[in-house]
């Protein structure tokens, strides 16, 4: 037994989760709306650690082989992403009164946000390059004991992250007392859905 493929699990998944994108938006922002923080940490982190553990598994190469597969998920991921990132940009645009403490008095409900949760971590097909093709083909080459060491590096560094995100972004809730940083950041964010989903149609057309 070696510690060595934990930490090579460990400082892949980390190094590819932490770029920015369309799931790590939305946990920062219900970081900050302090809506389920700790429902959405744990629903993209249980996503990630079965996608990593069917990618070791032998997903990736079933996905990498099959194109039909990818881009079915490739177009199901460009409208989600379009419509939450319109979303985005009509709460920058047209919502009154933006505040914390008014963002905080307007949860949306546990159920729309795991299945949002679930969206966000099942329908980006860049959550499945990461886990199931990249980090599943390198983990995959370990014999069975060192890929099961492998695959829990990984899911701690999804675990680590989430969490620390999501509840991170709960102390930097103060910096959004004023309706400007909201409008700044319902902005940015549509901005990162819309980019993220242009990118993937250019890759399908392209």
């Known amino acids: 037994m070696t510690i060595t493929p934990f930490i090579r699990g460990f400082s892949l998944s980390a190094s590819l989760i932490i770029a920015i994108g369309a799931q790590n938006a939305f946990v920062l922002r219900q970081g900050l709306r302090r809506n389920f923080v700790f429902a959405t940490a744990i629903i993209c982190s249980l996503a990630d650690a079965l996608l990593i553990s069917l990618g070791v598994g032998g997903?990736?190469?079933?996905?990498?082989?099959?194109?039909?597969?990818?881009?079915?998920?490739?177009?199901?991921?460009v409208i989600?992403?379009?419509?939450?990132?319109?979303?985005?940009?009509?709460?920058a645009l047209f919502k009154s009164n933006l505040n914390l403490n008014n963002e905080i008095g307007q949860k949306k409900s546990l159920r729309v946000t795991i299945l949002t949760a679930l969206?966000?971590?099942?329908?980006?097909?860049?959550?499945?390059?990461?886990?199931?093709?990249?980090?599943?083909?390198?983990?995959?080459?370990?014999?069975?004991?060192?890929?099961?060491?492998?695959?829990?590096?990984?899911?701690?560094?999804?675990f680590t992250w989430f969490f620390g995100l999501s509840y991170g972004a709960v102390r930097l809730a103060s910096l959004f007392q004023k309706p400007v940083a909201w409008?700044?950041?319902?902005?940015?964010?549509?901005?990162?859905?819309?980019?993220?989903?242009?990118?993937l149609v250019i890759g399908i057309l392209g």
Do not use: K
């Open 119 to 158: 969206g966000f971590s099942f329908l980006n097909p860049h959550v499945y390059l990461d886990t199931v093709v990249l980090i599943g083909s390198l983990g995959a080459q370990y014999l069975a004991c060192e890929r099961i060491i492998f695959i829990i590096g990984a899911i701690s560094a999804s």
């Open 59 to 77: 997903m990736g190469v079933l996905v990498t082989r099959i194109p039909a597969i990818a881009n079915f998920v490739t177009w199901g991921g």
């Open 80 to 91: 989600f992403l379009l419509i939450y990132g319109g979303m985005a940009f009509r709460s």
């Open 183 to 199: 409008r700044v950041l319902d902005t940015l964010v549509g901005i990162v859905m819309w980019w993220i989903a242009l990118v």
